[in-house]
């Protein structure tokens, strides 16, 4: 017997039909490079994504065709962060930190027809020219003014596309479990490794995200996306900020620390994700500067990457910030767990027990499994010292690499296996001891690269 439940699809464009309807007047901000800040509603922005998605058509980009880019995190971006999949295409957001030949490998792997690219990515794209990118039939770059002089073509402007374009546009309904976005994993050895995430799960993760108590992502939030848009989504920060109405801050091309530091203290920033480094550089651009500054706003700071270390959390934390941190990883889009606090465990912790269970890599977020697999292959229990391998599975984690042979050896019966060493612990709390490759053997005892990395930052010498 079926329940009798209407069967609509979870896409991204039923993420921003909630966010034109009951948060069109809030506002995204983008730093710009005069230090000041480009700034539109959620109502103008649902309208840009419109005319995007009939460029794409103009453009010749049909369903399940692959769209590229190369930019930073700025409104443009964001942009195509939902007219691609929105109409069908997939967006293949390609990593600016990789080596050329790398990043050609992964426009030529996922086919894709279309770049958008920032003006200074220009000479990076022509090079991956030069190196062959046969798919890509045009090139369009996402920037102010006239197309700069290049060797491009057909290259065509941004703002001209959308100028010309309508924002009368119905989105089509498919299939949810269709591809929505590409992100390439990048791997140890050999060529990277992509992911291909559908709809479905970038749905339901942008929801998790939402259900996360500590991360604290509401509609009166100011949210700074630090984390690289090229990078897993941005860590689906856009997505989850667009689905709760949070104002969302975008910190443009090339920030610098104090660049950061200083749009929280003008637009009232009160949440920001980024690399455990962003944090310390952050903390040395407000010591190291000739003045004062007022970071009263800034409640929380979701550190990714590494765990967090206690002195920069107690730094932050004296300035009335809590930092919190999570584990994830691109094959799981990407969150697996965040460091929530129990209210069980609230009740009796001191601030050395909050930050020692913030370090932590938390609790698995709603709809993951987790378990801990010995050498011997069988399961290990759930008490904090028995440790093994770290397997996942949820309606968002990869069941396979795209086009890749590698995918046997890493799915397996349904599972994940993610190469990270752990154990959780009694109250479901993941502690990661290390990646497999990482863990150094001495004297016959295996220690964590992890352990020994945030002793060395622990010391008032290592900076």
């Known amino acids: 017997m079926n329940g009798l439940m209407m069967d609509r699809q979870l896409l991204l464009s039923s993420l921003l039909w909630r966010t034109e309807r009951l948060f069109g007047d809030?506002?995204?901000?983008?730093?710009?490079?005069?230090?000041?800040?480009?700034?539109?509603?959620?109502?103008?922005?649902?309208?840009?994504?419109?005319?995007?998605?009939?460029?794409?058509?103009?453009?010749?980009?049909?369903?399940?065709?692959?769209?590229?880019?190369?930019?930073?995190?700025?409104?443009?971006?964001?942009?195509?962060?939902?007219?691609?999949?929105?109409?069908?295409?997939?967006?293949?957001?390609?990593?600016?930190r990789l080596f050329r030949e790398q990043q050609r490998f992964t426009i030529d792997h996922v086919g894709d027809s279309v770049l958008f690219v920032d003006p200074d990515q220009i000479p990076v794209v022509e090079e991956l020219v030069e190196l062959g990118i046969p798919t890509v039939r045009a090139f369009v770059v996402m920037g102010d003014g006239p197309v700069p002089e290049t060797s491009l073509a057909p290259v065509h402007s941004y703002e001209e596309l959308l100028a010309a374009e309508s924002d009368d546009y119905e989105y089509p309904e498919f299939d949810e479990h269709e591809a929505a976005a590409i992100c390439f994993t990048s791997a140890t050895t050999g060529d990277p490794k992509g992911v291909v995430y559908s709809h479905r799960a970038m749905v339901l993760q942008a929801l998790c995200l939402g259900l996360t108590d500590d991360l604290g992502l509401r509609e009166d939030q100011v949210w700074l996306e630090v984390a690289p848009m090229f990078h897993v989504n941005g860590w689906n920060i856009p997505h989850a900020a667009l689905l709760q109405g949070a104002t969302l801050v975008l910190p443009g091309v090339h920030p610098k620390p104090t660049d950061l530091v200083a749009a929280v203290e003008d637009l009232g920033v009160t949440g920001i994700n980024a690399a455990v480094t962003v944090g310390t550089l952050l903390r040395d651009a407000v010591e190291e500067s000739d003045r004062d500054h007022d970071l009263s706003t800034l409640r929380t700071m979701w550190l990714g990457g590494q765990a967090p270390s206690t002195a920069i959390m107690q730094w932050w934390g004296e300035r009335g910030?809590?930092?919190?941190?999570?584990?994830?990883?691109?094959?799981?889009?990407?969150?697996?767990?965040?460091?929530?606090?129990?209210?069980?465990?609230?009740?009796?912790?001191?601030?050395?027990?909050?930050?020692?269970?913030?370090?932590?890599?938390?609790?698995?977020?709603?709809?993951?499994?987790?378990?801990?697999?010995?050498?011997?292959?069988?399961?290990?229990?759930?008490?904090?010292?028995?440790?093994?391998?770290?397997?996942?599975?949820?309606?968002?984690?990869?069941?396979?690499?795209?086009?890749?042979?590698?995918?046997?050896?890493?799915?397996?019966?349904?599972w994940f296996r993610t190469g990270d060493i752990g154990a959780v612990d009694a109250d479901g709390y993941v502690v990661l001891k290390d990646r497999a490759k990482d863990l150094i053997k001495s004297g016959g005892e295996w220690i964590s690269s992890i352990d020994l990395e945030n002793a060395l930052m622990a010391h008032p010498d290592v900076r």
């Open 321 to 414: 910030t809590t930092i919190t941190q999570g584990w994830g990883m691109t094959e799981n889009s990407p969150q697996i767990c965040f460091s929530g606090v129990k209210s069980t465990l609230r009740a009796t912790a001191d601030e050395d027990d909050l930050r020692a269970l913030r370090q932590k890599q938390g609790l698995p977020l709603p709809l993951v499994q987790i378990r801990v697999v010995g050498e011997d292959g069988s399961e290990q229990p759930w008490d904090g010292e028995s440790v093994g391998d770290l397997w996942v599975r949820s309606p968002f984690t990869a069941s396979a690499y795209f086009a890749d042979e590698r995918t046997a050896e890493s799915m397996v019966d349904g």
């Open 26 to 96: 809030k506002r995204i901000h983008t730093r710009l490079d005069d230090g000041g800040y480009h700034s539109y509603t959620y109502r103008e922005y649902g309208q840009r994504v419109r005319r995007l998605a009939n460029a794409l058509w103009r453009l010749g980009v049909r369903h399940g065709d692959r769209v590229g880019t190369l930019g930073w995190n700025h409104h443009r971006h964001l942009e195509t962060y939902f007219a691609v999949p929105a109409t069908g295409a997939v967006l293949h957001t390609v990593n600016l």
